[in-house]
């Protein structure tokens, strides 16, 4: 069956530092890769997508993710990590142009 | 503000009821899905409708129906309510052409449904 799974339920971290959010799925012919952020009382944005090409992709606020199918992970990055990035972070996939599965979430506790 | 509307922000009714969410689309947007957020069952795609057909079909109960109406926008019926139907209801729009999965979503603030 196809899954989406984010292995951290919450992660803290200080402020400025960097940070990862782990997110691994099942394999598949044919999938596409999305993060989404989720501010508290508020619906989902979109961080960032890998559809095809390069396997790094670059999304809003200084996210980053890298698509590596060997490993069947979409991990997202940044550098340098702000108060107001204090949110919940979900992994979506998209299995051969249907449904999306969504991961558990991930949320960030950025600390001054 | 993504432009995605939906009403009632808020909504308690009790077991065995029925209710109607409504989502306005932002202008132009033929597409749109319906998510439900629950503590158990984590982010979950109901379904999508685009230019007032359904598109695709994720994990929606048979109680649970949806439509597309001429003007764009859709409603979600949620019908035999139980308890486990508390969540919160989000919808979604995508950009105006093709309606594919991988457009880009807007999403909507939510509904909270509670069921007493």
């Known amino acids: 069956a196809q899954s989406v799974t984010q292995l951290d339920s919450q992660v803290p971290v200080f402020e400025e530092a960097p940070v990862e959010l782990r997110c691994n799925y099942s394999?598949?012919?044919?999938?596409?890769l999305f993060w989404y952020v989720q501010y508290p009382n508020q619906g989902l944005q979109l961080l960032l997508k890998?559809?095809?090409?390069?396997?790094l992709v670059k999304g809003i606020n200084g996210f980053e993710a890298e698509f590596n199918k060997s490993q069947t992970s979409f991990h997202l990055r940044k550098p340098s990590v702000h108060i107001s990035d204090t949110a919940e972070y979900f992994c979506?996939?998209?299995?051969?142009?249907?449904?999306?599965?969504f991961g558990s979430g991930t949320k960030l506790n950025v600390k001054p | 503000d993504s432009g995605v509307t939906q009403t009632p922000k808020h909504l308690i009714t009790a077991t065995g009821q029925r209710v109607t969410l409504r989502c306005s689309p932002r202008?132009?947007?033929?597409?749109v899905y319906w998510y439900q957020q629950s503590l158990d069952q984590g982010l979950q795609f109901l379904i999508q409708?685009?230019?007032?057909?359904?598109?695709a079909k994720g994990n929606i109960l048979e109680r649970f129906s949806a439509q597309q109406f001429p003007d764009l926008h859709s409603e979600l019926n949620l019908s035999s309510l139980e308890l486990g139907d508390s969540a919160l209801y989000f919808c979604?729009?995508?950009?105006?052409?093709?309606?594919?999965?991988?457009?880009?979503?807007?999403f909507g603030p939510g509904t909270r449904l509670t069921v007493l």
């Open positions: 409708y685009y230019n007032g057909e359904e598109r």
């Open positions: 394999s598949s012919v044919s999938v596409y």
């Open positions: 890998y559809l095809s090409g390069s396997t």
């Open positions: 202008s132009g947007d033929l597409s």
């Open positions: 979506a996939v998209q299995y051969n142009f249907n449904k999306f599965y």
């Open positions: 979604a729009s995508s950009s105006p052409a093709g309606g594919r999965p991988t457009d880009t979503q807007y």
